[in-house]
């Protein structure tokens, strides 16, 4: 009989977690749609108690901007279905979501067209030295 009740625990708390996760992932995706894109990858979001949403950031330029625009999102997270009453936005300096590309991470050649396009501006300047730089990153993005 314990053996049973100890399963049965176990099977509801697994459902609590399942919940909570599914929920967690709800809020996350409603506050990434209700976001300016430049804050999107900085931002995570979790519920503090029934009523507050909490928002961190790495730093006071995402905070300030966030704050700017939390009646906005506050708007576009209850029309998505997420009951919260208050945003609280914390900066946790070092803290940022994982899918953040670094730019020095981008390693893709661009397509022939923007190369093209580059040398073409280029030729077209009479600035002979920003000239010169285009077509020389054109010629070395080209190599890449």
Request: hydrophobic share 40%; net charge positive.
């Amino acid at each position: 009989m314990n053996q049973l009740k100890t399963l049965i625990g176990r099977i509801a708390s697994g459902e609590r977690w399942q919940l909570k996760t599914r929920q967690a992932k709800q809020i996350q995706t409603a506050l990434d749609d209700s976001l300016p894109p430049e804050l999107t990858h900085a931002c995570e979001a979790w519920l503090a108690d029934t009523e507050t949403l909490v928002i961190s950031c790495p730093s006071g330029m995402y905070a300030s901007k966030l704050r700017h625009l939390t009646p906005g999102i506050l708007l576009k997270l209850r029309a998505a279905g997420v009951e919260v009453r208050a945003i609280r936005v914390e900066v946790q300096a070092g803290r940022a979501r994982s899918n953040i590309v670094n730019v020095k991470q981008v390693t893709d050649k661009p397509p022939e067209s923007i190369l093209v396009q580059m040398e073409q501006l280029g030729s077209q300047l009479t600035d002979a030295p920003l000239s010169r730089a285009l077509k020389k990153l054109a010629d070395t993005l080209r190599q890449k």
